[in-house]
């Protein structure tokens, strides 16, 4: 009895210190006072993302860096895409590009680079335009023509009713690309996974406004920078609500599924659809291979 008394104690502890997407529900008098943490919760609230361990190159065996595609049309990486309408849901449901964005706006993130091997640094003025695009209907146009001397020297303002304004959305993204490192931990003796980047991939807002459907790499966040902003914003678990899943956890656990489309490689780490040309059966196959050359290193290390 001691014994079952003291797990349920260590349960307890446990769920206290993960239950925080509803902080306060179950004794909040009022909606405002939901989510609103006691001094008690606050003094013992020490939640912080796991630290990576230091991986000294010594102890590096093998590594291979590789590129996946995520799809969120697949059911199983719905939590990174939902909610996309924010109107019906509690403030602390957001999704992962929502969480991203506003990381951006707000300033928390600054690793934010225009590709994946980090040469070219963005701010939030070089991307305005990917994420918002101004246009002018035609009726608003014509208003402009009447007087244009007028509207060039300020003295009179287009009327807002003549002003299109387009913005991304969460339901504009399709997926995401990530790209990650491989490595097998010597000291260790275990393959390990270290995600090193995130991109979200969408339609860009001028190409949404005029019906375009292609869509870009709208920017790549370096990912060890943003792991404060990913802990502290909570993806939905399917299973148990009172225990959510952060987006950091979600990303570093890897559940989700992802489709390798391009490793490092001699050829300027060419992407598999650069050498498999108009073939998807055979991308996918290529896609499966490299993950087993991967998987296999870790398998060969124990045979004798």
């Known amino acids: ?30 909606p405002a006072e939901i989510g609103i943490k006691t001094a008690a919760q606050l003094e013992s609230d020490n939640d912080k993302p796991l630290p990576y361990g230091y991986v000294h190159d ?8 590789t590129w996946e595609m995520i799809d969120l049309d697949e059911r199983v990486n719905f939590p990174m895409y ?39 640094k963005k701010s939030l003025k070089d991307m305005e335009s990917v994420f918002k695009y101004t246009d002018t209907i035609p009726s608003g146009i ?3 023509n009447t ?20 913005e991304l959305a969460a339901s504009d993204v399709s997926g995401y690309r990530i790209k990650g490192f491989w490595y097998f931990d010597k000291r260790q003796s275990e393959l390990k996974y270290r995600l090193l980047a995130i991109c979200p991939v969408a339609v860009e807002a001028r190409d949404k406004a005029k019906g375009n ?18 802990h502290d914003a909570k993806a939905f678990n399917d299973k148990n609500s009172a225990m959510p899943i952060t987006f950091d956890q979600l990303l570093n656990s890897r559940r989700f599924n992802g489709l390798i489309y391009k490793e490092e490689n001699v050829y300027g780490d060419r992407t598999i659809q650069d050498y498999m040309k108009d073939n998807a059966q055979m991308q996918l196959l290529e896609s499966e291979r490299v993950k087993e050359k991967i ?5 060969d290390m124990w045979n004798y």
């Open 147 to 166: 007087d244009v001397e007028g509207y060039k020297s300020g003295k009179k303002v287009l009327d807002k009713q003549y002003i299109n304004v387009t």
């Open 58 to 65: 010594r102890d590096v065996l093998m590594g291979k860096t």
């Open 82 to 120: 939902y909610p996309v309408d924010t109107a019906f849901v509690s403030k602390d449901r957001r999704s992962l590009f929502q969480v991203l964005l506003n990381g951006v706006k707000s300033g928390k993130i600054t690793e934010v680079y225009g590709d994946d091997y980090f040469n070219s």
């Open 213 to 230: 459907s292609e869509t870009i790499d709208l920017f790549w966040v370096y990912f060890p920078a943003i792991r404060d902003v990913l």
């Open 142 to 144: 014509d208003e402009y």
């Open 295 to 299: 998987r296999n290193f870790e398998q």
């Open 1 to 30: 009895m001691k014994l079952k008394n003291f797990l349920l104690v260590v349960l307890g502890v446990a769920v206290s210190s993960t239950s925080v997407a509803q902080s306060n529900l179950l004794n909040a008098k009022t």
